[in-house]
């Protein structure tokens, strides 16, 4: 498939093939977008190969689906939209469970394709703030502002304006699992030094310096506050300037005068 055309005649089939679907919701989706993306440097060629075979083995039998990879920045990145509608009249709906499978069975291509790769969720990395969803990526990309990015900074300047600070019970379940999450590391290092074998002391030093590395838990509400109130600041300090130069230049022309 190569061109505009192409993809919209496919498209225009998965709607026509919707239209059929009874059960599906006016507003239901069409399709499932998945990205599958690996570090800087990582070959290109078996990212491709691995995201074939996982989209083959996944939903090759069920779903139809169309991929492309994009090589136009530093991570070589495979997009894959599956459609929602099965063959057999099911609807793809993916939960927690079957994305943890879904890495696994990617990560397992890539590893059999010589790239070390571990399908490890995101919040075991330290990493609590969730990647933007396709759409909202594709409306920056157009130079459009989607609703949450126009909707989140107005909350939180007004939560700075106003000299509070609103309690946010998730952002409290994240801090918390953070705490459990690296408590555990360190368990496990605490475990390993106690072994008496050279091997198992080394991995705990190893486990304490990846905890070390975590990112601090910063939720994405705390970050836009943090770079609104920096901001605000900033620009206190550009009037101040101002006004001490606009005072200066004053006495300067006063003393001319005289």
């Known amino acids: ?13 998965w709607v026509d093939d919707a239209r059929l679907d009874h059960k599906r919701r006016r507003d239901g989706s069409l399709s499932v977008n998945i990205i599958g993306s690996m570090p800087a440097g990582t070959d290109a060629i078996a990212v491709k190969d691995s995201a074939r075979a996982f989209a083959i083995e996944t939903f090759g039998y069920n779903h139809d689906y169309v991929f492309v990879q994009h090589l136009d920045d530093k991570h070589p990145h495979v997009h894959l939209t599956v459609r929602s ?4 009249g099911k609807r793809l709906n993916p939960r927690k469970a079957d994305l943890q499978a879904w890495r696994e069975r990617f990560t397992g291509e890539l590893r059999l394709r010589g790239i070390a790769a571990e399908a490890t969720p995101r919040r075991t990395r330290g990493r609590v703030r969730k990647a933007a969803r396709g759409a909202v990526l594709a409306m920056r990309k157009r130079k459009i502002t989607p609703d949450v990015d126009r909707r989140a900074p107005n909350e939180v300047l007004s939560e700075v304006k106003g000299g509070r600070s609103a309690k946010h019970p998730w952002d409290e379940q994240i801090k918390s699992r953070q705490d459990v999450i ?10 390993l030094q106690r072994s ?3 091997a198992d002391h080394a991995l705990a030093r190893e486990i304490r310096q990846f905890v070390n590395d975590m ?13 609104l109130s920096e901001l605000a600041s900033s620009r206190r300090r550009n009037a101040k300037q101002d006004l001490d130069a606009e005072g200066h230049n004053q006495r300067g022309g006063d003393e001319r005068t005289r």
């Open 1 to 13: 498939m190569a061109g505009r055309s192409g993809l919209k005649d496919l498209q225009q089939r």
């Open 85 to 88: 509608l099965g063959h057999d």
């Open 182 to 191: 690296r408590r555990r590391y360190l368990d496990y290092a605490a475990e």
């Open 196 to 198: 008496g074998v050279a």
């Open 215 to 227: 990112p601090a838990v910063e939720t994405r509400w705390e970050v836009l506050k943090k770079e």
